[in-house]
C-alpha cells in the first residue's frame, strides 16, 4: 500500500485546510485509515481514523468537533477537513494505513502551519 498526503500550508487560527492522502496498492488488504500529527520537540499525536469499509471514525477530543475525516470509494482517497484551525495545530500531519496481515504504510507527512 502506498500513501500520498498532500494539502498543507499556512493558514490564519480560524482558517480552514483540507488534507488528502490519496491510497493506492492493495486496498482491499486495508482495515482503517489514520491521520496522525507530530509537532516539533513532541510524540506523534493521533488525530482522526476512519474504517475502509465501515467508514466508522474516531477523533482525538483535541480536535473533535472541528475536524473530519472521509473517504471517496471511487478515488481511494482520504481526507481531513479541518475547520477552526488553532496554532496548537501546527504540525506535520501523516496518513497512515493500517494494513491486514502486513506492516502499517505510512505516507511523508505534509506541513500545516497555523499563525495567530
Known amino acids: 500500500v502506498q500513501l500520498q498526503a498532500s494539502g498543507g500550508g499556512v493558514v490564519q487560527a480560524g482558517g480552514s485546510l483540507r488534507l488528502s492522502c490519496a491510497v493506492s496498492?492493495?486496498?482491499?488488504?486495508?482495515?482503517?485509515m489514520e491521520w496522525f500529527r507530530q509537532a516539533p520537540g513532541s510524540r506523534h499525536e493521533f488525530v482522526s481514523s476512519?474504517?475502509?469499509?465501515?467508514?466508522?471514525?474516531s477523533y482525538a477530543d483535541s480536535v473533535k468537533g472541528r475536524f473530519t475525516i472521509s473517504r471517496d470509494s471511487a478515488s481511494s482517497t482520504v481526507y481531513l477537513q479541518m475547520n477552526s484551525l488553532k496554532p496548537d495545530d501546527t504540525a506535520v500531519y501523516y496518513c497512515?494505513?493500517?494494513?491486514?496481515?502486513?506492516?502499517?504504510?505510512r505516507g511523508q507527512g505534509t506541513q500545516v502551519t497555523v499563525s495567530s
Open positions: 497512515k494505513a493500517i494494513v491486514m496481515g502486513a506492516r502499517d504504510s
Open positions: 496498492g492493495r486496498t482491499s488488504k486495508i482495515s482503517s
Open positions: 476512519i474504517g475502509w469499509s465501515s467508514f466508522a471514525t
